[in-house]
């Protein structure tokens, strides 16, 4: 299909702190927030009716009706859209494939509209905010408080999806406490090792209920730390991706050849 092509990065939380519930059940969250040069194509273009095709190598279980959050993007925009969407992120998996996605097409709309984005789009889901700004933040609120962090090095990973969907809601119901503590200070221009040390101290604290959900997730964390040069591994989100630091890109395309496991997605990326 020819259009307006779209690119929907890849998110990744670096930290993932939840700090309290609201009155309405969602919770409330410090996260560090970064963008992998990976990511789901897009192209779009104004039609009588909505229509969306899904291609692409991870398209498979991907809702294709009104249901899917593209659709539901143009319909908050209050746009006829005809689209084409490559999968190329797993989804259910801590990355917000989905919301990326959403974000893409909010942005796109907006820009041949005129029209403003409703809301940060947080009407479509709490991390549709963050990937509408779609580079390194701090994300707080439920996710629809968004502060860019303009001064984070370019950092080397990994990232492990062990083949898993893991439900965001069932992960957030099993966490043992919801009033933990916030995020340190992130020291101003920090390079990357002072960036491996402060992240060292922080936390994702959905980790412990996702490998409750599925133990596979304690599998990938280990085999990625296990790799040569890895820095730090964590999940990322709800899970059940996870992520290993590096301090260069050979060092990362390494450690994806040694995590080749059958049925494992896995990929060398680069967050900024
Ligand atoms: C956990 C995070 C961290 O960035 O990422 P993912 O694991 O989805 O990638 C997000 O907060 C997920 O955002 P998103 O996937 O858009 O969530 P939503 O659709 O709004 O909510 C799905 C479910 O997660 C729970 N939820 C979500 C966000 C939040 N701040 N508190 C919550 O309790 C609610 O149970 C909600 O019903
Ligand atoms: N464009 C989309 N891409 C992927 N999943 C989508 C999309 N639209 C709706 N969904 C639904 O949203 C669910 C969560 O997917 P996703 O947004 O990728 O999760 P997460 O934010 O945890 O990575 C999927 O199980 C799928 O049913």
């Given at each position: 299909?020819?259009?307006?092509?779209?690119?929907?990065?890849?998110?990744?939380?670096?930290?993932?702190?939840?700090?309290?519930?609201?009155?309405?059940?969602?919770?409330?969250?410090?996260?560090?927030?970064?963008?992998?040069?990976?990511?789901?194509?897009?192209?779009?273009?104004?039609?009588?009716?909505?229509?969306?095709?899904?291609?692409?190598?991870?398209?498979?279980?991907?809702?294709?009706?009104?249901?899917?959050?593209?659709?539901?993007?143009?319909?908050?925009?209050?746009a006829?859209?005809?689209?084409?969407?490559?999968?190329?992120?797993?989804?259910?998996?801590?990355?917000?494939?989905?919301?990326?996605?959403?974000?893409?097409?909010?942005?796109?709309?907006?820009?041949m509209?005129?029209?403003?984005?409703?809301?940060?789009?947080?009407?479509?889901?709490?991390?549709?905010?963050?990937?509408?700004?779609?580079?390194?933040?701090?994300?707080?609120?439920?996710?629809?408080?968004?502060?860019?962090?303009?001064?984070?090095?370019?950092?080397?990973?990994?990232?492990?999806n062990?083949?898993?969907?893991?439900?965001?809601?069932?992960?957030?119901?099993?966490?043992?406490?919801?009033?933990?503590?916030?995020?340190?200070?992130?020291?101003?221009?920090?390079?990357?090792?002072?960036?491996?040390?402060?992240?060292?101290?922080?936390?994702?604290?959905?980790?412990?209920p996702?490998?409750?959900?599925?133990?596979?997730?304690?599998?990938?964390?280990?085999?990625?730390?296990?790799?040569?040069?890895?820095?730090l591994?964590?999940?990322?989100?709800?899970?059940?991706?996870?992520?290993?630091?590096?301090?260069?890109?050979?060092?990362?395309?390494?450690?994806?050849?040694?995590?080749?496991?059958?049925?494992?997605?896995?990929?060398a990326?680069?967050?900024?």
């Amino acid at each position: 299909m020819t259009g307006t092509e779209v690119f929907a990065s890849a998110k990744i939380n670096l930290t993932l702190h939840v700090t309290g519930q609201r009155a309405d059940g969602y919770h409330l969250l410090d996260s560090l927030v970064v963008f992998a040069d990976i990511g789901d194509r897009l192209w779009l273009r104004m039609a009588q009716e909505p229509d969306l095709s899904v291609t692409g190598p991870m398209a498979a279980g991907v809702p294709t009706g009104p249901e899917n959050l593209v659709l539901r993007a143009a319909a908050l925009m209050g746009a006829q859209a005809e689209i084409q969407l490559e999968k190329h992120l797993p989804s259910a998996a801590g990355i917000g494939g989905g919301s990326s996605d959403a974000a893409a097409v909010l942005r796109a709309l907006s820009g041949m509209t005129g029209r403003p984005v409703p809301d940060q789009g947080l009407a479509l889901g709490a991390d549709v905010p963050v990937c509408l700004l779609a580079q390194a933040a701090m994300m707080r609120g439920i996710g629809e408080q968004v502060e860019a962090v303009t001064d984070l090095p370019e950092i080397a990973a990994v990232l492990v999806n062990p083949g898993v969907e893991v439900p965001t809601g069932a992960v957030f119901k099993g966490l043992a406490r919801k009033d933990n503590p916030p995020m340190t200070q992130l020291p101003v221009g920090v390079d990357l090792p002072g960036l491996v040390t402060w992240l060292a101290q922080q936390r994702n604290d959905l980790e412990a209920p996702a490998r409750a959900v599925q133990p596979v997730i304690g599998t990938a964390l280990d085999a990625i730390a296990a790799q040569a040069g890895c820095l730090l591994a964590r999940m990322s989100g709800s899970g059940a991706t996870c992520f290993g630091l590096f301090a260069d890109a050979e060092q990362a395309q390494q450690a994806a050849a040694g995590l080749n496991r059958p049925g494992w997605w896995v990929r060398a990326v680069a967050l900024r």
